[in-house]
């Protein structure tokens, strides 16, 4: 079946400007992970989605990023006014259900902030 | 606070001799231990997980990790050492004080010599 699919999968943009990212979960998977991955570094935790319950931003970095998930699918992370240290690997991921651990991820937006 | 430690940010094995990646975490619950691989330019994919069955977990592609509570320890092997195993490795836990969320490691970029 189809797996977690993100687009776009590069996107250069001029700091200052907004981007938007997208994430397509897998079909029935309930929680939806985002996650930045900076060179040479692991995974960063952003924000989840649960259900319909109120998402945990915690990992959110600042308040020029946000996410929303709509009707309990697809899944848009939207930077505003983005800087050059936000330039990084942005990774989506769904998973059955929340304590089911096991996540399956998409194959990141390469963004290049100039 | 949960922590995970990758010992060695590169290991470097010759094809057929064989592969350890360390890995120790810190987890004041019963945690759920993960090992993630990147190959370049591809997403990440689950090699193996332990979640409190046995503590000698098989993966896929020939990998293997034992979960030793009392080192604190999830070491990754394979007896011989394949090409094809030329990645990034990733050590992730995760338990209820994180709310279920993966807590990763560094990463260790796994080179294979011919």
């Known amino acids: 079946g189809a797996g977690v699919s993100q687009s776009p999968s590069n996107k250069v943009t001029e700091k200052g400007k907004d981007v938007e990212l997208r994430c397509d979960p897998i079909s029935g998977h309930t929680a939806l992970y985002w996650y930045r991955q900076s060179l040479g570094q692991g995974l960063e935790f952003l924000i989840y989605f649960q259900g319909n319950s109120a998402p945990d931003k915690s990992g959110l970095p600042s308040d020029r990023f946000s996410a929303e998930r709509t009707g309990g699918s697809v899944s848009t992370l939207t930077i505003q006014r983005t800087q050059q240290e936000d330039s990084a690997v942005y990774l989506c991921a769904s998973s059955p259900e929340r304590a089911a651990d096991t996540q399956y991820f998409g194959p990141g937006t390469r963004l290049t902030v100039l | 606070a949960q922590s995970v430690t990758q010992l060695d940010s590169h290991v470097s094995v010759s094809e057929g001799t064989p592969v350890l990646l360390r890995c120790n975490y810190s987890s004041s619950y019963s945690p759920s231990l993960f090992w993630y691989v990147q190959h370049p330019n591809k997403g990440l994919q689950l090699l193996l997980k332990?979640?409190?069955?046995a503590t000698l977990v098989k993966g896929i592609n020939g990998f293997e990790a034992e979960f030793k509570k009392s080192e604190t320890s999830f070491h990754l092997t394979k007896p011989s050492a394949h090409m094809s195993d030329a990645a990034e490795y990733f050590c992730?836990?995760?338990?209820?004080?994180?709310?279920?969320?993966?807590?990763w490691g560094a990463g260790t970029k796994l080179i294979i010599k011919p």
């Open positions: 332990y979640t409190s069955a």
């Open positions: 992730v836990v995760s338990d209820r004080q994180s709310n279920y969320q993966l807590i």
